[in-house]
């Protein structure tokens, strides 16, 4: 990866994260990197949301599992 | 594979991050296994087909993303937010973020799940207590879907009402529902079905026509709530029009053939019911509408579908426009109910004058249908003088006359029938154009006007067909009626002018009625005079007709047109007991068919009168003239003057003589002035009026009013007028005083010559006592002769004394009643009479006189 890229990909992340404080999302840098590595390799952003969204729930309700009877969406 | 690999770490990664966040040094060591479960669900979510519903939109998802922090009163954050965004888009090469849409799509769908759950939580915290508790799980799912619903439908998405959560609402609505079943009895589906049966008249199963209330209600039995109930009235007052409408239709083509209900009346029920099926077309649209189940407001809400079922309030929607219209057109049904034809048309016309273009849209339509028939009427009276109007419906009204009052009674307007868009003075017009076609055809036996009138079509841009015209092309109307008045006219003219010579029989009229041929006048008053001077019953009017003949051969009328002179007769007015020649006698002029509509008999009686007043001025002129060759120095009155011992005798009479040839001189002066003032000032000023207007009159009323000024002017200035009335009674009597004047003259001077002669005699016979008198002189005054001079003295005294009575008399008379004369004259109104005074006054020696 040349130093050029690196740096393109560094500055586009901190756009993209200062974005996200904007929008109160709650994810730290690390995250987001990872969300948007996912999402550049074609992943459906709103899987992606529905992925956040769930398992940053799980913690206060990790007692009880989410019932498997979920149904899809 | 290595890209697998890769993604699947990231993924690993990802979960341990989101689910350990807090806890994180802890949480490294102790709960490996935990993650395992997430892990899975994540792939399992991440596998799914779960899509985002909107359409890959970059610019629209900033848009919202915008327009989200505004809403929230951030709108620093806003502007910060599409600053960056500025800068990530123009980055470019390697490393930059690709899927930009994607990322943005995902901050903002996780953004939008924070706060959805920070609200929530606090939601659930506040009012856990008072209403029931939903699980936190299933309204988050809820959450999810409804946000997506809203997703899917506006583009870029925006947030539905995010403080009051939809369940709230929903179980408030089905609660609702709840309540409004167990009230009402019967269902709203029902119910409408009901109303649009009362729409078209037929009773329904629960609406059904109340004769007490008049109008459609719901029975009172009936459980519904009192809006439902309102709503339902208001919706069926179209029912209660509709059945007002049809009620009017069905009776008036009911009694068509019988009673006359005018081809009006039939082409505005044809009209209405056009109307009428448009209207049931919109019925029968709702009808199949109403078929659909009314769904309850939360399905509606939800599932999206907005549906084409019908409520009573959407029904309140539909009925908006049908019910101005019906209302309009029972409006119209009761106001024309009793009118017919142009009534009737001017009756909606008068509804048309609305600002509503709707209303004028519908009434301009209606009144195109309503007013065919009538503009079909005045077309072909126009065009071909025919009234084909079997039902009394236009505003023209024709009545059988005899041919010559044709133009002035067989046809009038008919007020009441004219609609008010048809301006009186159009009217006028288009009455006149048919009544000369009319003319032209029954008086003129002329056939020359159909040509006119197609080329005054062609003009008009229209065909002689039928339906040529419509309501509202009153501009059309005006330039057919005027093409058509403007060559029909014409031809009416022609026609009269040429064909039957207007001008020729006028300028006949002027010449022998009004005396204006001198040389004719002349001999016809020297030769007929001695025949009127007979009493009036012992004259043969079949002599006078001779007489007439030969005054006519022996002047130069011969030259006239011989069917002129045919016209001319003598006519012996009816007569009284004493009445002479004179007073009777008159000459008449025959004007046919079509000259009669013009010359009509009380035309020709004021002709009449003219000729008599003008007859008698003439015989007094005449009589005058005649005293005159009595008067004039001659043989016996210079031997008046000669005699020298008969002065004592004739002597008297130098002095009576005398007066007479003054009193004769006023006389004179009074009559030419008065002959000159009629025949110059009167007669052919008038005449020469006449004749511009003649030339001017473009139509046959036109003509008519002329010569009907023509002939009132001469009334007028010749003191026949009735404003005049006294002042030409003093002018008879001048007229008799001056006739009593020429008896006189002629008694004296005979008198005298008889005196004369039998001085002469006695002189001649040297006093003898002869009674050698000659046989024939059978006067007194013969036989006095031989009573000797004395006795001639005597009685020529007393003759003379007699003489100069009457005649002192007839002065005083004449003077008094020429003075009342003068007197009133300036009284008159006409300027040209002043004129008269003041040729009669000219020297003022009458003023004066009476001012002494």
């Known amino acids: 990866m040349d130093p050029e890229a690196e740096r393109n990909a560094r500055e586009s992340l901190d756009l993209a994260f200062h974005m996200s404080n904007i929008l109160v999302t709650g994810l730290d840098r690390h995250t987001l990197s990872i969300l948007v590595a996912l999402s550049e390799r074609g992943f459906n952003p709103e899987a992606l949301a529905a992925v956040v969204k769930e398992l940053r729930r799980e913690p206060p309700s990790s007692a009880a599992p989410p019932p498997s009877s979920r149904p899809k969406p | ?852």
């Open chain 2, 1 to 852: 594979m290595a890209d697998q690999l890769q993604t699947l770490d990231l993924v690993k990664e990802l979960v341990y991050r989101l689910v350990v966040p807090s806890d994180r040094n802890s949480a490294e060591q102790n709960q490996p296994p935990d993650l395992e479960k997430p892990l899975k669900y994540a792939i399992r979510i991440l596998n799914s087909r779960m899509t985002p519903s909107v359409a890959a939109d970059e610019s629209a998802i900033v848009e919202s993303i915008k327009r989200l922090l505004v809403n929230e009163g951030k709108s620093s954050d806003a502007l910060t937010f599409a600053d960056m965004y500025m800068k990530l888009s123009m980055k470019s090469g390697a490393g930059t973020i690709k899927n930009r849409w994607a990322v943005l799509y995902l901050l903002k769908v996780i953004s939008e799940d924070c706060r959805k759950e920070k609200s929530s939580h606090l939601y659930t915290s506040t009012s856990s207590n008072g209403l029931p508790l939903l699980t936190n799980e299933t309204d988050n799912l809820r959450f999810f879907k409804s946000q997506k619903t809203i997703d899917s439908k506006g583009k870029g998405g925006i947030l539905m009402v995010s403080k009051d959560p939809e369940s709230i609402r929903e179980i408030a609505i089905r609660e609702f529902a709840d309540l409004v079943t167990e009230e009402t009895e019967v269902p709203e589906d029902a119910l409408v079905r009901d109303v649009l049966f009362a729409c078209q008249g037929i009773d329904g199963k629960y609406v059904k026509f109340d004769s007490h209330l008049d109008g459609y209600a719901l029975s009172d039995s009936l459980i519904v709530p009192r809006a439902t109930r309102i709503m339902v009235r208001k919706l069926c007052e179209l029912g209660w029009l509709f059945r007002k409408v049809k009620n009017y239709i069905f009776e008036s083509m009911e009694q068509f053939p019988a009673e006359d209900v005018g081809t009006v009346g039939q082409a505005f029920c044809a009209a209405l019911q056009d109307e009428l099926s448009d209207y049931y077309k919109l019925l029968a649209v709702l009808e199949t509408q109403s078929l659909h189940p009314i769904p309850l407001v939360s399905e509606m809400a939800s599932s999206g579908h907005s549906g084409n079922y019908l409520s009573l309030r959407r029904l309140a929607v539909w009925f908006a426009e049908p019910m101005v219209r019906m209302r309009l057109m029972a409006v119209l049904v009761d106001s024309c109910r009793v009118l017919r034809g142009g009534a009737m048309a001017g009756a909606i016309h008068v509804h048309a004058q609305h600002g509503d273009p709707m209303i004028q849209d519908f009434m301009r339509r209606l009144l195109r249908r309503v007013c065919s028939p009538l503009f079909e009427m005045v077309r072909s009276w126009v065009l071909e003088g025919e009234l084909d109007d079997i039902f009394a419906e236009f505003f023209v009204v024709g009545q059988p006359v005899k041919a010559e009052s044709l133009w002035q009674e067989g046809y009038r307007l008919h007020g009441g029938m004219l609609p008010n868009f048809i301006s009186q003075s159009l009217a006028q017009r288009i009455l006149r154009t048919g009544k000369s076609i009319n003319f032209l055809r029954v008086c003129c036996e002329d056939q020359g006007w159909a040509e006119a009138a197609s080329e005054a079509a062609a003009a008009a841009g229209t065909t002689t067909m039928r339906g040529g015209l419509g309501y509202g092309e009153t501009d059309a109307l005006e330039t057919l009626v005027s093409e058509a008045a403007k060559r029909i006219d014409k031809h009416l003219m022609d026609v009269i002018f040429k064909r039957y010579k207007f001008r020729e029989h006028c300028l006949a009229i002027k010449r022998y009625l009004l005396l204006g041929q001198g040389d004719f006048v002349q001999y016809l008053m020297d030769i007929v005079g001695p025949e009127l001077s007979e009493p009036a019953n012992t004259i043969s009017s079949f002599k006078l007709a001779g007489l007439l003949e030969s005054a006519i051969r022996s002047s130069n009328a011969q030259y006239d047109d011989p069917d002129v002179l045919d016209r001319l007769r003598v006519k012996m007015m009816p007569h009284g007991a004493g009445d002479r020649g004179w007073d009777v006698f008159s000459l008449e002029y025959s004007a046919r068919v079509p000259l009669n509509t013009i010359f009509t008999e009380s035309i020709m009686a004021r002709y009449l009168r003219i000729f008599n007043f003008l007859w008698k001025l003439r015989r007094v002129e005449h009589a005058l003239i005649g005293a005159w060759k009595i008067m004039k120095p001659n043989f016996i009155s210079s031997a008046l003057f000669a005699t020298k011992d008969g002065s004592s005798v004739m002597s008297q009479f130098v002095w009576i003589s005398r007066r007479c040839q003054v009193l004769w001189n006023e006389m004179n002066h009074f009559v030419t002035n008065l002959q000159y003032y009629i025949m110059f000032e009167v007669l052919e000023v008038s005449w020469s009026q006449f004749l511009e207007e003649m030339d001017a009159a473009r139509d046959l009323d036109d003509l008519l009013a002329a010569h009907e000024k023509y002939l009132n002017a001469i009334l007028e200035k010749s003191l026949l007028g009735e404003a005049s009335l006294h002042i030409s009674k003093v002018l008879f009597v001048l007229f008799d005083l001056i006739l009593r004047f020429h008896g006189l003259v002629d008694r004296l001077y005979e008198g005298i010559r008889e005196l004369q002669s039998s001085l002469w005699k006695n002189d001649s016979r040297g006093r003898s006592k002869s009674k050698l008198k000659s046989n024939n002189e059978v006067s007194k005054s013969g036989q006095l002769i031989g009573e000797g001079r004395k006795a001639l003295t005597k009685f020529a005294g007393e003759f003379r004394k007699k003489m100069g009575e009457e005649l002192d008399k007839i002065a005083k008379d004449y003077s008094s009643s020429l003075g009342r004369f003068l007197a009133e004259l300036p009284v008159q109104l006409n300027v040209d009479l002043k004129f008269l005074l003041f040729r009669l006054d000219f020297t003022e020696f009458y003023s004066r006189l009476w001012a002494m």
